[in-house]
């Protein structure tokens, strides 16, 4: 079994910062990537920011320069540092992970989620 938990949502005025982060923990042999989705009222769910094992980054455009995560592998945790927030980021943020656990060939992974973090910025 595993779980993601996020931490770190709230209420910020426009320009300002906020720092997620999500812990993954239980059964893992290896996170092949993690990262963070959001989805807006009335919007599709959609991509945010994506690291790999590689320690390769895919940014959306709508946050590149102004968003930046990072890893502590140890903790297999990840944080997302969002400065310059905007009302358009508005959103509950979801944690992303691609892991392969011990019971599951080396070559597969599942997809796990968090539960959400609502995000809202707001004058």
């Known amino acids: 079994q595993v779980q993601l938990v996020e931490s770190g949502g709230g209420l910020v005025q426009p320009g300002g910062s906020l720092r997620l982060s999500c812990a993954a923990s239980?059964?893992?042999?290896?996170?092949?990537?993690m990262g963070w989705y959001r989805q807006a009222p009335g919007k599709e769910r959609e991509l945010v920011v994506l690291?790999?094992?590689?320690?390769?980054?895919n940014y959306a455009d709508s946050v590149k320069g102004r968003f930046t995560i990072s890893r502590e592998d140890a903790k297999n945790t990840v944080y997302l540092q969002m400065n310059s927030l905007k009302f358009e980021d508005t959103a509950v943020y979801y944690c992303?992970?691609?892991?392969?656990?011990?019971?599951?060939?080396?070559?597969?992974?599942?997809?796990?989620w968090g539960q959400g973090t609502q995000v809202t910025v707001s004058s």
């Open positions: 992303n992970a691609k892991i392969t656990t011990p019971t599951m060939s080396p070559f597969s992974a599942q997809e796990y």
């Open positions: 690291t790999t094992r590689g320690g390769s980054f």
């Open positions: 239980g059964s893992i042999f290896r996170i092949n990537a």
